[in-house]
């Protein structure tokens, strides 16, 4: 079971969104990294057949991506966009034996799936709710109950944590997880913290070019070297050293700044130690490589 992307390009009247991508994806959760603008939303629709690429093939779970075999491909794969409308006065069962229907389930099946889903996304208590009622993270979880409604293969997740609080943010990691056995998620975000609780592979994108892809672990080891920290007295020397490091963050302390920073080459400010390097400074240090 796999996804191989090969040599994928998509145009844009004089915008190249994509330019000659190729990933490999293989069963449980692939991260995508990357800014906004730098390609992701553009490869999942093309990978949900939403967008055909202007060049390029897409083979997934063995068949090639076609016209011809657009609904087959389509069986396989369930998707949750950034921007998912509910409709407000159904409720969430409703919106789900509705949902569901459009799928082709009997009304069987949209029974036993809900039901199972309700439980595993702890939506059970919630079915009745209208969905204008519910919170920014319950309407994620109904999203992503119908992207599960058919049982698919592929599951692809476009931004699912953005603007959700911190435990939130972590229970729509946990359900990943657990929909992560037995098929492929590719887990589309800009938030690096995201990806370091779910994913062991990944794809870094920036101005629709792959600029990494491979484990979290030797993208960090990459890194190694390069990122340090030090204590910055004042303002001033804040600055200089803003000017010539990639800051990737500074507290305020009593004796100043504790500044945590980049450098390409071997850092010269003094008192620097090298710090342990997270995969926010690999990905934050890859950028810089690629600017």
């Known amino acids: 079971m796999s996804i191989t992307i090969e040599n994928v390009s998509k145009r844009f009247k004089e915008n190249m969104a994509l330019d000659n991508v190729s990933l490999e994806i293989g069963e449980g959760i692939y991260g995508l990294l990357g800014e906004n603008g730098a390609g992701k939303t553009t490869l999942m629709r093309i990978l949900t057949t939403l967008l055909d690429p202007t060049e390029g093939s897409v083979t997934i779970c063995g068949q090639k991506l076609c ?17 998912l409308g509910l409709y407000p006065s159904l409720t969430v069962v409703e919106t789900l034996e509705y949902l569901g229907g459009l799928c082709g389930l009997t009304k069987e099946e949209r029974k036993e799936r809900i039901s199972m889903l309700l439980e595993q996304t702890n939506m059970y208590e919630h079915r009745n709710k209208k969905n204008r009622q519910l919170s920014g993270g319950m309407k994620r979880r109904v999203g992503l109950m119908q992207a599960m ?6 599951l692809i997740v476009d931004e699912p944590t953005t603007g959700l609080d911190p435990e939130e943010r972590i229970r729509i990691r946990n359900l990943l997880s657990d929909f992560s056995k037995g098929r ?15 994913c062991f592979r990944l794809g870094v994108l920036k101005k629709g070019h792959v600029m990494y ?18 204590v910055v007295a004042d303002e001033r020397k804040m600055e200089i050293l803003r000017n010539k490091y990639r800051i990737v963050n500074s507290v305020p302390g009593e ?37």
């Open 67 to 83: 016209a011809g075999n657009r609904e087959e491909i389509k069986k396989l794969i369930g998707y949750l966009p950034q921007e």
């Open 149 to 154: 409604l058919t049982d698919p293969k592929v």
């Open 184 to 198: 492929m998620i590719i887990f589309s975000t800009h938030v690096v913290e995201d990806l370091t609780a779910t």
């Open 213 to 230: 892809q491979g484990s979290l672990t030797d993208m960090m080891k990459a890194a190694e070297g390069h990122v340090f920290q030090t």
């Open 255 to 291: 004796n100043g700044y504790k500044v945590r920073y980049i450098a390409m080459d071997t850092a010269d400010v003094a008192d620097s130690t090298s710090a342990e390097v997270s995969l926010e400074d690999a990905y934050i240090y890859l950028n810089s490589m690629n600017t």
